[in-house]
């Protein structure tokens, strides 16, 4: 067996005043966050090895993200919901209203669609057409079409949405959140 390169991936700021508010932020609310380090494994054999952030529902639906590969970026590394009805819609709103509050804008925001997910010994199918459907609604965009229709990469596009949009004030953190 060939050995795997391994990067480690440190936290940049952007990560690390999310983490480091997070669960302030979300004290009361019904969504516990947890911190640790992800590893994910790139096809060409590399390893890398980030911290990240998981937000989780009570219904055990949850989005992680992670210090992304550039000083001014995060990236989405997982978002799942088993139980559907809406709740990844809800997580991403509960995602970018935390960024927004706690940074004070949407940075540079990255994710990669690879047509599934396998996370705490479930697998989960999803085409990365439907994926990238799903992230287009919040204003994602394909910037690597490499490798597709196995893989794409999306980033965040500031003027493919206008946040308003996404009706935040329909929720609040540290109290009563409704979708």
């Keep these: 067996m060939k050995n795997k390169k391994i ?8 990560f690390t005043k999310l983490k480091n508010n997070s669960e302030r932020y979300f004290h009361g609310s019904e969504c516990q966050v947890a911190y640790h380090e992800y ?7 590399i390893k890398k090895i980030r911290p990240s952030l ?15 590969d550039l000083s001014d970026q995060i990236e989405i590394m997982t978002i799942a ?5 809406g709740k990844g819609s809800f997580l991403m709103k509960v995602f970018l209203k ?3 509050d706690v940074i004070g804008y949407i940075p540079k925001i990255c994710l990669e ?11 989960f199918i999803s085409s990365v057409s439907s994926q990238t459907k799903f992230f287009r609604k919040f204003g994602f965009r394909v910037k690597s079409r490499k490798g597709y229709p196995y893989y794409v990469k999306m980033e965040f ?23």
């Design 7 to 14: 990067i480690p991936v440190t936290a940049n700021p952007i």
């Design 113 to 123: 669609c690879t047509g599934d997910l396998t996370a705490n010994g479930y697998i």
């Design 157 to 179: 596009d500031h003027t493919k949405i206008k946040l308003q949009e996404l009706h935040f004030d329909q929720f609040t953190m540290g109290g009563n959140m409704a979708a």
């Design 98 to 100: 935390f960024v927004l």
């Design 39 to 45: 590893s994910s494994l790139i096809v060409s054999g």
């Design 81 to 85: 919901a088993p139980n559907g009805k």
């Design 54 to 68: 998981t937000i989780k529902l009570t219904d055990g639906s949850w989005i992680q993200i992670g210090s992304g």
